[in-house]
């Protein structure tokens, strides 16, 4: 299993970007995907989730309707579509892999270490 993510960069406040995770060596159906962020000195903390299966998704506090979770199984690639970015939207993100809808880091086995999404004023 391997996760591949790509697609960061600089925004400008109030901006949009979409970032892409690309999922080799499983089929998207078999897992739950979730986004997540970790800015210096913080803690990694959950976005959104998504159960490719039967398309369930979840957003926490920290995005609410900004970030939008989808996936084409066609080219086994998870996308998270971010808006209305804010400066503490920075941070760099990564996508796992896991066997449920969580956003808790330890629900998810398989990591990709994903770009780093900068929002500039």
């Known amino acids: 299993v391997q996760l591949q993510a790509s697609g960061g960069g600089l925004v400008q406040l109030g901006g949009s970007l979409t970032i892409s995770c690309d999922a080799s060596?499983?089929?998207?159906?078999?897992?739950?995907i979730a986004w997540f962020r970790q800015a210096p000195g913080q803690e990694r903390v959950g976005l959104s989730c998504l159960t490719t299966k039967d398309g369930k998704t979840y957003n926490t506090h920290f995005v609410g309707d900004r970030f939008t979770i989808s996936k084409d199984n066609s080219k086994n690639t998870v996308y998270l579509q971010m808006n209305s970015l804010k400066l503490e939207d920075t941070a760099v993100y990564h996508c796992?892999?896991?066997?449920?809808?969580?956003?808790?880091?330890?629900?998810?086995?398989?990591w990709g270490r994903g770009p780093q999404v900068t929002v500039s004023s």
């Open positions: 796992a892999a896991g066997t449920g809808l969580s956003a808790l880091t330890t629900h998810y086995a398989y």
């Open positions: 060596g499983f089929t998207l159906d078999d897992y739950a």
